[in-house]
């Protein structure tokens, strides 16, 4: 059977090739790994994604945050890497793994002994407000532990920025190994589940890659997990 079964184009790029995309992406791209609250990253930049602390009653600016994702690796059906025994691969998905680390700035907090200004929830909050030192953590001494992260997902085709037509890797199930209890490794999963979603949603590969720039591919059918590829089949 040819390659290009009823269509008139065929195009494919191996496991190895989209490691390298997603990583020279990353590597251009760090920010899409890296966010933080104000304390850790005051503002986005090539290096970082900045976004607010986690409002909370009586902690001024709220609680800071911050997580730092490896560049993710991926394995294309058939399995090559080993997983968990609770993930099993199927065809047409993908499997990855990456690391995590994610830390919290454990400060303490002063108790203002006069009462706050009416109407001013956040008082305190200004730095530059002399009766109200904020009582910074030190940065040595930053809570932050790092996990091992596995899923599986499947491929999506999806629009770049640009408006070319792209694929993403879409999310279906996380796992944390041996973490206790139980149900913490649950809360992680779920956390970090939520979060790759939507990083890697954001990290789009156009197909031009798959074609290297010989022709225009407009696809039809795909994009397909197949052999250790991913297979896009379409017209000129």
């Known amino acids: 059977m040819s390659l290009t079964e009823a269509e008139a184009v065929f195009a494919s790029v191996h496991e190895t090739a989209l490691n390298d995309l997603i990583t020279a992406f990353c590597t251009d791209r760090p920010r899409y790994l890296v966010y933080g609250s104000p304390s850790f990253v005051p503002v986005t930049t090539v290096a970082e994604t900045a976004m ?32 968990p025994p609770e993930l099993v691969l199927g065809p047409g998905q993908f499997s990855g793994r990456l690391d ?3 830390c919290i700035d454990c400060r303490k907090i002063r108790i203002d002994p006069k009462p706050p200004r009416p109407n001013s929830p956040t008082y305190g909050d200004n730095p530059n407000n002399p009766d109200k030192p904020r009582d910074t953590h030190p940065i040595a001494e930053l ?28 999310v279906d199930q996380v796992e944390i190994v041996d973490i206790k209890p139980t149900d913490l490794e649950s809360f992680l999963e779920c956390l970090l589940f939520m979060i790759l979603q939507a ?21 039809t059918v795909g994009p397909l997990i197949e ?9 000129l």
């Open 199 to 219: 990083v890697l949603a954001e990290i789009r590969l156009p197909l031009r890659a798959l074609r290297a720039g010989a022709f225009q591919l407009v696809p």
């Open 100 to 102: 995590a680390e994610l």
């Open 143 to 170: 809570t932050c532990f790092k996990l091992q992260v596995f899923l599986i997902g499947h491929l999506e085709h999806v629009m770049a920025s640009n408006g070319e037509d792209a694929i993403a890797l879409a």
């Open 227 to 235: 052999d250790d590829q991913i297979k896009m089949r379409g017209t």
């Open 52 to 83: 607010p602390g986690i409002p909370f009653p009586g902690i001024p600016g709220g609680i800071n945050w911050r997580i730092r994702l490896g560049v993710p690796r991926i394995d294309l059906f058939k399995q090559t890497d080993p997983l």
